[in-house]
């Protein structure tokens, strides 16, 4: 029964971390609707994620928010994804060569999280999608991966304006030694500048040119 109990804390808890990153700055009355608790134990829950760095209070206003130590865990993470380490430089080179925002993405559950960018120089720019998660059917990076987990042949998915307005993504994947998708690889930017006029042409290139060169290494390095 203890266990039974201790799992129910930990998914109240990871429930309660969840809310604050979808909106931050909570105060305790609101976090109990949205988690449907009462209030004495989401202070509960509060305090002991308070005690281990993962939420602070505003001393101003009472209200919580993601604390310090949550970084420090995405970091570790983010750090330790092997695919990161041997595609920064050809993200960056991507990034060079469109000069449009090029982003990492995996798929978790039904929902795609984009935890790599690099970012256009360009001064207008789309919204930044860097640590949030979308669902994946209706975005580009999350149709490709979707898609190459089924389909062995070199994948491309374009998203207009459908996950945002006036924002358009294309997207394929990086693979492992297996041909197994272990991440998606996109360039998203604003219609302006990425459109039904001119995806298909060098954009496209590159992006799949990128995904294979990085495929490539993942198969030379890994073992």
Known sequence: MQQ?????SIEKALDLLEALKEKDNLGVTE????L?????????????????GLIEQDEETGNYRLGVKTLYLEY???KNLTILNH??????????????????????????IYFYSKESKSSV?????????Y???????????????????????????????????????????????VAGISIVAPVSRLNK?????????????TAKEITNINKIVLP
């Open 4 to 8: 039974k109990g201790a799992k129910k």
């Open 76 to 78: 570790s993470f983010i």
């Open 197 to 209: 006029n001119n995806y298909d042409g060098l954009f496209k290139h590159y992006l799949l040119e």
């Open 31 to 34: 976090l109990s609707n949205i």
């Open 87 to 112: 595609s920064k430089q050809f993200i960056k080179n991507l990034r060079n060569k469109t000069n449009e925002t090029v982003y990492l993405s995996m798929l978790h559950q039904n929902d795609v």
């Open 135 to 181: 669902p994946a059917l209706t975005t580009a990076a999350g149709k490709a991966i979707l898609r190459a987990k089924k389909e062995p042949s070199e994948i491309f998915e374009v998203d207009f304006e459908e996950t945002e307005k006036e924002v358009v993504e294309i997207a394929t994947v990086i693979r492992d030694e297996s041909d197994h998708p």
């Open 125 to 133: 720019l789309a919204k930044s999608r860097l640590g949030k998660r």
């Open 36 to 52: 449907g608790l009462n209030k004495n134990n989401v202070f509960r829950i509060l305090a002991t994620l308070e005690v281990k």
